[in-house]
């Protein structure tokens, strides 16, 4: 992670005006206020009401650090994107996303929670500590100012939640229908959980552990006498991941892997009775304009972020 801070840095010494680079256009001027606004258009564009999201975009609204000289960002620098060959980085991979702003933004974008793949110590991409990362960054270029990064951190987080949800709007609309498209669409609600504990941490309020949420079911129905859908579905599953799967040529694991995730979140979602059923549309107003009732709706986002993870992905109610 040494080498990859060195090699960040090194792209980060690009800056402007470069004539090669004019197709990027002119840097924001304020590239935190530029972030937020793009996202909120982004919510807007998509109309399904976000509530957490306009929580997290509320929160870097108002702790937005001030501009710094712009440099080149390459704005997708994460272990997806790199390429390895015995123990060495060879290549930085998809560019498609650079622009000019702010260096930390980058930064953040690799030390965010939803970039370490389980390894929540390995605050490095998953790969390492992020004291060798910023140590090996600072090797090469102007040592990075820890107070920006729980920002951009947080934006890390809430970039990554708005492409999820329209990966998975993508799919709904019938354009582009696909399962990995639709499955990235159900890590919102642990990407939500996050963006709610980066806000905490970013505001200084210290939250308590809770323990998982009981999601609330109907009861089965009694029209069968045989097993129900959540069974048939389970039994399914088991059937994919230990009969077929094996039979499977290597090129199709991935594919029945993300079949059987679906089952799996088919299951747990079959049947759920939240018990309530707040306005999300006017939430998520209230937030955007600052007339909600900040402790209140913490508490209730939390409660929201908590009941669909038990759906999408119980496992990460135990890292939050």
Known sequence: VASLGRELARIHRITPPRAELAFL??????????????????????GTPRPVLEWGLEALSRHAPPPLPPVLNHNDFRTGNL??????????????????GDPHADLGWFCAPCWRFGNRALEAGGLGSRAAFLSGYA???????????????????????????????RHLSGRERGLELALTAQIVPELELDIL????????????????????????SPLLEAPDAADLLATAREALLGKL???????LHYEARM???????????????????????ALANEIRNGTARR??????????ARLRCAISNPRALGAT
Do not use: C, K, Y
């Open 295 to 304: 402790e209140e709706v913490r508490a209730l986002l939390r409660r929201l």
């Open 83 to 100: 390429m390895v060959e015995g123990g060495r980085l060879t290549a930085v991979l998809d560019w498609e996303f650079a622009a000019w």
């Open 245 to 251: 799967l094996p039979a499977l040529p290597p090129a």
């Open 25 to 46: 256009g002119a840097p924001p001027a304020d590239p935190a206020q530029a972030f937020v606004a793009a996202m909120r258009a982004r919510l807007d564009a998509a």
């Open 259 to 281: 079949a059987a995730n679906a089952i799996a979140i088919a299951s747990r979602a079959i049947g759920v009775a939240p018990g309530f059923a707040p306005d999300l549309a």
């Open 139 to 169: 090797e090469a270029a102007a040592p990075p100012d820890p107070d920006r990064l729980p920002f951009w951190e947080l934006a890390a987080t809430l970039r990554w939640a708005v492409i999820a949800a329209d990966q998975g709007a």
């Open 197 to 220: 504990a980066q806000v905490d941490g970013l505001e200084g309020v210290a939250v308590q552990p809770t323990a998982p949420e009981a999601v609330p079911r109907h009861a089965p």
